[in-house]
């Protein structure tokens, strides 16, 4: 079945510096692709989605490039704020999933100033 | 922007005890959905409904039972809780031919 893998946390990173999460998935179908975000005390939200394969998202500074080729949708940001520290969850979506969301395991990342 | 409450938002209870957890949704979605979150498993899926009276097994259903009374409203139900069951739960809904799901706050319970 389909399933998600990223990179494990706790990741600890000085603000200013750039990140990235890993995030590779498994499937025989054609998925969407998705990064939520859950801040302290909230629920996880959506960050972005791509829903074709070589096509980018993006949203606050963050980005992600699906790659069909080496299933892959590596989260990154150039400079990382205090204000990204919460938990990045990578998901896809498929038909094989019955279009719900399967979920990698989520990534801590903690922004010291 | 979809709004999914969730109530209580704290609950203690003691092994054996009996639970609800309560969640609306004021966005008209088809989908709505129970997760629990626990260090180290992130997001698993509980159960989740497609429709008033309707209700689909997720990934980690024992001892959990759920009942979706109205196209708003999506209950979980622990009847005799065990301290396995300490989590964090979140309830979601989507909407029908959309791929993005809306998350409530979460309901932290304790089962001492």
């Given at each position: 079945g389909d399933s998600v893998t990223q990179t494990e946390g706790p990741v600890t990173l000085s603000e200013g510096t750039s990140l990235t999460v890993n995030c590779s998935y498994e499937t025989k179908q054609y998925p969407t692709l998705f990064w939520y975000v859950q801040y302290p005390g909230e629920g996880p939200q959506l960050l972005f989605k791509v829903p074709k394969a070589n096509e980018k998202g993006s949203n606050r500074g963050f980005e992600a490039t699906y790659n069909k080729e080496a299933t892959s949708f590596h989260l990154q940001k150039a400079s990382v704020q205090e204000s990204d520290s919460a938990v990045y969850y990578c998901a896809l979506s498929d038909m094989d999933s019955n279009y719900q969301l399967i979920w990698g395991s989520g990534t801590k990342l903690i922004i010291k100033p | 922007e979809a709004a999914v409450t969730q109530s209580p938002r704290n609950k203690v209870t003691v092994t054996g005890g009996n639970v609800t957890l309560s969640c609306r949704q004021t966005?008209?979605?088809?989908y709505m959905y129970w997760y629990r979150q626990d260090t180290g498993h992130g997001l698993r899926l509980i159960h989740y409904s497609y429709g008033a009276g309707n209700l689909q097994i997720g990934d980690v259903p024992d001892g959990y039972k759920a009942t979706r009374?109205?196209?708003e409203d999506f209950f979980l139900l622990l009847?005799?809780?065990?301290?396995?069951?300490t989590s964090l739960y979140f309830c979601a809904s989507k909407g029908h031919n959309q791929d993005t799901q809306y998350f409530g706050p979460g309901t932290r319970l304790l089962v001492l």
């Open positions: - | 966005n008209s979605h088809n009374t109205t196209q009847e005799l809780a065990s301290p396995s069951q």
